[in-house]
């Protein structure tokens, strides 16, 4: 086997995502390899990118037909021997998977293998989000700056959680239906806003802060 026989990607089959290979909690997480070929060895590996990490590998494995591994359920393999599901509650959680190919026919003096890495949100923030209707809740303006209105709440009192993309709560506002909230201090970037009420999220959306 060459590089060139090596191929495959995470597959997420939601839109708007808010980070490239990322993955909301609990969401499966599949791994397409199809357009891999020549091989009938494969090794595969997840490994936990933390302090101290902890992984998962299947070993050496012949398939059949040559070349035909396909999709392949991640959550499903790792998750029942290590952690169900992907990842921890409250933080964003980065995992390598390692894939190599081999052919049992022609075996080269070493295996050719390529090395990707997936993310999975926060449970509760995600790395995508609801699409409210018009006649539902909204952030406007977004992008923001200086201040934040939730739009077309029921009266009561709310929290604005906000998270930015390492998966670190930033900030927490109680706020008012119809009232503004101060952003001033919170650095420009991209976070992930949710509003909640009696403990329960009612939505998240991108939130684009310029300061």
């Given amino acids: 086997t060459v590089a060139s026989d090596i191929a495959y990607n995470f597959v997420d089959g939601g839109s708007g995502d808010l980070l490239p290979n990322g993955f909301d909690y609990e969401e499966v997480v599949t791994m397409d390899a199809t357009a891999s070929k020549n091989y009938d060895l494969y090794w595969l590996a997840v490994f936990e990118d933390s302090d101290p990490y902890r992984y998962h590998s299947l070993g050496w494995n012949f398939v059949n037909p040559v070349g035909g591994i396909g999709s392949y359920n991640l959550s499903a393999q790792v998750g029942n021997l290590y952690f169900q599901p992907f990842g921890f509650p409250q933080t964003l959680s980065q995992y390598t998977v390692q894939f190599a190919v081999e052919n049992s ?14 993310l999975v949100c926060p449970s509760g923030f995600g790395c995508r989000f609801e699409q409210p209707s018009l006649q539902e809740s909204k952030l406007a303006p977004n992008p923001s700056y200086g201040s934040l ?7 009561g009192e709310y929290t604005l959680k906000l998270v930015d993309i390492s998966g670190l709560v930033v900030n927490e506002a109680l706020f008012q239906s119809g009232e503004a909230i101060d952003l001033e201090g919170i650095a420009s970037g ?10 329960i999220r009612l939505f998240s959306d991108k939130l684009v802060i310029t300061q």
């Fill in 105 to 118: 026919a022609c075996l080269n003096q070493s295996w050719v293998n390529l090395d990707k890495i997936f």
């Fill in 190 to 199: 991209i976070y992930v806003a949710s509003v909640w009420q009696n403990g």
């Fill in 149 to 155: 209105q939730v739009l077309n709440l029921a009266a």
